[in-house]
């Protein structure tokens, strides 16, 4: 048995990166080019987001890797 992740994980995970990325890109743009209080806190809350995107993804990934594990070795 392999402990490779599956193709679903995989796709999970770039698609979890994709959209994190263009969260932070355009956060930073708005921060960065636009004035405004409101252009700022929509700046924030999309930097903000792509945080909580990065995070989760690695708490998915050690999830991921605990489940095969697990998988491979059921009685410890």
């Known amino acids: 048995?392999?402990?490779?992740?599956?193709?679903?994980e995989r796709r999970t995970t770039a698609v979890v990166v994709a959209l994190a990325l263009v969260s932070l890109v355009a956060g930073i743009a708005l921060l960065l080019a636009v004035d405004?209080?409101?252009?700022m806190v929509t700046g924030?809350?999309?930097?903000?987001?792509?945080?909580?995107?990065?995070?989760?993804?690695?708490?998915?990934?050690?999830?991921?890797?605990?489940?095969?594990d697990r998988a491979h070795h059921p009685h410890g």
């Open 44 to 68: 924030i809350v999309l930097v903000g987001l792509a945080g909580i995107a990065f995070v989760s993804l690695a708490f998915l990934l050690v999830g991921q890797g605990e489940d095969r």
């Open 1 to 8: 048995m392999t402990n490779a992740p599956s193709s679903r």
């Open 36 to 39: 405004g209080v409101g252009a």
